[in-house]
């Protein structure tokens, strides 16, 4: 069973600071990751997507990627409370099929 | 219209009743997805359409059955449902690609409540 697992949080972090959202997966053999935003009751937004071991920056988003510890994670700098949502986790295992993360909630206080 | 649209956003459907939901992706992509998402639970991958040929049904019930007329239109058909097949249904669609790099782009969404 292909599986990624998630802290569903709430994870409560002051405005300014650095949130960090982790994710493992279960299958050695995925070759594609990626980081969904979901605000309620929308659909999911890509943020990032990595694809080798190391660091991938965007903006304020860092995407972390270490496959040997079958570990992904994102950092957000400079926290916003627009940054508030669901944070999803998906891990592309072979093909185009997609298995999420149940999603970790990050609130962001003001 | 940009992107991947969906409609309708909203309905409400007894058990008896048939209706249908639609996706139309603007970004030229070759593989469409149904995905169903119920509270505090993941995404769940329920078809995969590739070229518009079914390459995944998730052990999905009957009474959901999807088309896919052209690479850019995808429906779901809503037959005979249960109260707990009320979810929000998302449409994605990406371009496949050997090296496992596709990515995938959502649409709104439609809420489901089944009566």
Not at chain 1, 26 to 36: A, H, K, N, P, T
Not at chain 1, 67 to 87: M, N
Not at chain 2, 26 to 40: C, D, F, I, R, T
Request: charged share 20%; with cysteine; glycine share 6%.
């Amino acid at each position: 069973q292909k599986e990624v697992e998630q802290n569903s949080g709430p994870l409560s972090v002051p405005e300014g600071a650095i949130a960090s959202l982790n994710c493992t997966y279960s299958d050695r053999g995925s070759q594609s990751f990626f980081w969904y935003r979901q605000y309620s009751g929308k659909s999911p937004e890509l943020i990032m997507s990595i694809y080798s071991n190391g660091d991938k920056e965007d903006g304020r988003f860092t995407a972390q990627l270490n496959k040997a510890s079958q570990y992904v994670s994102l950092l957000i700098r400079d926290s916003q409370p627009s940054d508030s949502a669901t944070y999803l986790c998906a891990v592309n295992a072979y093909g185009n099929k997609l298995v999420f993360g149940a999603g970790t909630i990050l609130r962001v206080k003001s | 219209e940009t992107g991947v649209t969906q409609t309708p956003r909203h309905l409400v459907m007894g058990m008896t009743n048939k209706k249908s939901l639609k996706c139309e992706q603007h970004l030229g992509h070759n593989a469409m997805y149904w995905y169903k998402q119920s509270a505090k639970k993941p995404l769940e991958l329920m078809f995969v359409y590739n070229f518009k040929e079914q390459t995944e049904n998730n052990s999905v019930p009957s009474r959901f059955s999807p088309e896919c007329p052209n690479s850019s239109h995808l429906f779901l058909h809503l037959h005979t449902l249960q109260p707990e097949d009320s979810a929000l249904y998302l449409c994605a669609s990406s371009q496949e690609r050997s090296d496992g790099t596709d990515t995938q782009y959502f649409g709104p969404g439609t809420r489901l409540t089944v009566l």
